[in-house]
């Protein structure tokens, strides 16, 4: 009986190293890229700044008194509730808005290093170099110190570690709530915060002009008819954020508010 041989081809090296390749994620294989690490300082940008913009809004209720800030903080620690017990969906806002923070500073970070391999000729003159890196100096300078900006935010007014004040309940019986009015009141009556408060939110209007500005070329949305609408875009959510955060400590000082 005869016997049927299959023919098959040599199998080569290159077939075998690809076989046994594992492939990358796709979302991991495309932030391996400059491109990818492009985008994914955009689109962090695009949530953190929404974030910076209705903190803002939402903080405005300071000027309406201590009760109605106190409900507002007091409903966002309700959040989803009871499908999830209190606070934990506020937690879970801060952990991803934290990993947007971390995934967008490890952006800016890994695009400098490929920029300095890409370029390692310094510019030719001082003209040359002040037109074509003033962004991205500011850009550096302006993010540390608005990370510097959170991390004391978030010792002073969240755990409270610097502020004697957070945490303190008010009120009695289903009106005792959380005095975020009067923790607020405190932190920025103290001058020396109330400053850093202030030149911290220039910095960070300065960071979101530049990263609104930018977030559009990143995006491929960069064509020149539409510079002049993308520059009132960048002016105007960066001058609502500066006057609005601004004047917080401002109202303080002045004993409008607190």
Same mark, same amino acid.
């Given at each position: 009986m005869?016997?049927t041989?299959?023919?098959r ?6 077939a ?7 492939r ?5 294989d495309?932030y391996s ?5 492009k ?6 940008g695009?949530g953190l700044?929404?974030f910076?913009?209705f903190?803002m809004?939402g903080n ?19 959040l989803l ?11 879970i806002l ?8 971390l995934?967008h500073l490890?952006a800016?970070y890994?695009?400098t290093?490929?920029? #300095?391999?890409?370029?390692?000729v310094?510019y030719q003159?001082? #003209?040359?170099y ?9 850009? #550096?300078l302006?993010g540390?110190v608005?990370?510097?900006f959170?991390v004391?935010?978030?010792l002073?007014?969240?755990f409270?570690?610097?502020n004697s004040?957070t ?6 019986g ?9 923790a607020v009141a405190f ?8 400053i ?6 220039i910095?960070? =209007? ?16 960069n064509?020149p008819?539409?510079?002049k609408?993308?520059n009132?875009l960048?002016? =105007?959510?960066?001058t609502?954020?500066v006057v609005g ?14």
């Amino acid at each position: 009986m005869a016997q049927t041989v299959s023919k098959r081809g040599p199998v080569t090296g290159t077939a075998v190293a690809r076989s046994a390749r594992k492939r990358k994620p796709f979302l991991l294989d495309l932030y391996s890229t400059a491109v990818g690490k492009k985008y994914a300082m955009a689109i962090t940008g695009i949530g953190l700044m929404g974030f910076v913009v209705f903190h803002m809004i939402g903080n405005l209720k300071m000027y309406m008194g201590a009760s109605d800030l106190n409900h507002y903080a007091h409903f966002l620690e309700r959040l989803l509730y009871p499908i999830l017990p209190e606070k934990v969906m506020l937690w879970i806002l801060r952990a991803g808005l934290i990993g947007m923070v971390l995934l967008h500073l490890h952006a800016a970070y890994s695009l400098t290093i490929l920029n #300095r391999h890409a370029r390692p000729v310094k510019y030719q003159s001082e #003209r040359d170099y002040q037109v074509a890196s003033f962004a991205s100096r500011s850009m #550096r300078l302006t993010g540390i110190v608005v990370l510097l900006f959170i991390v004391w935010h978030l010792l002073d007014l969240t755990f409270g570690v610097v502020n004697s004040q957070t945490g303190k309940m008010t009120g009695e019986g289903s009106e005792r709530l959380k005095d975020v009015y009067g923790a607020v009141a405190f932190s920025l009556d103290r001058l020396p915060v109330a400053i850093f408060y202030v030149l911290a939110n220039i910095m960070l =209007g300065i960071h979101l002009f530049h990263g609104v500005w930018s977030l559009f070329q990143s995006l491929g949305w960069n064509n020149p008819k539409f510079n002049k609408w993308r520059n009132g875009l960048s002016t =105007g959510i960066a001058t609502i954020v500066v006057v609005g955060n601004v004047s917080f400590p401002i109202a303080v000082l002045a004993g409008i508010v607190g």
